[in-house]
């Protein structure tokens, strides 16, 4: 599959040949995402990033992936700084940034927003997160992580925690773990569950899904435990919200029972989810996997801009 061009909506753009492509472009790109030497796959290329959320760690691993290939970023990190203040649409403030630019990375609230973009622009457009729908970036960096951590991304057994009904690094996640082979193992508070929809995407995919009511059996024999934060933004109701709000934290108490070669990724940010003192044991990989977003966004915007793999 040549990403030459395209766009990057949904995971499910990209086949298994295309991910493996970026992820293997991802690891020989890490010394020059530490700063290290010096490539100018995009230079000359203009790169938008329009966030109309916040960010930290996909706005500025984006700025960072396209700034150490040589290209160069239009920033919009404060929508209430734009012409949607005075009222001008969605669509049209979409037109205009993609004409300015060589690409638009977009994170928007609505679930749709990105596949309103594409259809919009004659520009490559990469989701940065939609709504509650997909995070396809973040999936990439999970799976580099996880690769890094586990030598493969076949066949392993991950459990996957909290928040699987609004979070969009999940939906996303899950098809690509479905399409590797993996047993993914489903803890969440019971109003929190996968959605039907998610589950009937992956059907056919040769990965298997199960739920876990008690986090100490999902755990024992998993490899990687991949905790979520409970997306508070995407409560249509706050007192919902407060019920399940703390509902699950993991500590160093939680890890006794894991096999010393467990790995713990976490989207980021975090909130309560994992204790601090988790930070310095070797289970903790989450740090190490927001870094991963540098090489896998370069290693996809080259593939999209420069031409590379
Ligand atoms: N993981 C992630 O999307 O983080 P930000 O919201 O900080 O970009």
Redesign the pocket.
């Known amino acids: 599959m040549r990403l030459a061009g395209r766009d990057l909506v949904a995971i499910e753009d990209l086949d298994r040949p295309a991910i493996e492509e970026i992820l293997e472009a991802a690891r020989a790109l890490v010394p020059a995402a530490e700063g290290g030497s010096v490539r100018h796959t995009l230079e000359g290329r203009l790169v938008a990033m329009a966030f109309f959320e916040?960010?930290?760690?996909?706005?500025l691993s984006f700025e960072a992936a396209v700034q150490r290939l040589g290209g160069r970023c239009l920033t919009i990190a404060d929508p209430a700084a734009t012409s949607l203040r005075k009222g001008e649409t969605l669509s049209d403030t979409l037109r205009m940034i993609s004409s300015y630019s060589d690409a638009l990375i977009l994170r928007h609230p609505n679930s749709g927003a990105a596949r309103l973009a594409a259809d919009l622009s004659d520009r490559p457009v990469i989701n940065a997160?939609d709504g509650s729908h997909q995070?396809p970036t973040?999936t990439l960096t999970d799976l580099a992580t996880i690769q890094e951590a586990c030598g493969s991304l076949v066949g392993r057994r991950i459990v996957i925690l909290g928040d699987l009904k609004y979070g969009r690094?999940v939906h996303s996640l899950i098809w690509a773990l479905a399409l590797f082979g993996n047993e993914m193992v489903l803890v969440s508070p019971p109003s929190l569950r996968l959605p039907e929809s998610v589950r009937q995407r992956v059907r056919h995919l040769a990965g298997r899904i199960r739920e876990e009511d008690d986090l100490a059996t999902a755990l024992a024999d998993a490899d990687i435990l991949y905790v979520t934060r409970i997306q508070r933004e995407r409560f249509p109701d706050e007192t919902e919200y407060r019920r399940v709000a703390g509902s699950y934290r993991i500590d160093r108490a939680t890890l006794e029972g894991a096999r010393p070669e467990l790995r713990v990724l976490h989207?980021?940010?975090r909130l309560g989810e994992i204790a601090p003192e988790v930070d310095p044991t070797p289970h903790a990989l989450y740090f190490r996997q927001a870094f991963l977003g540098v090489p896998v966004r370069m290693a996809l915007m080259q593939s999209i801009l420069g031409g590379g793999a």
């Open positions: 916040p960010s930290t760690r996909t706005r997160g995070h973040q690094a989207p980021l940010p």
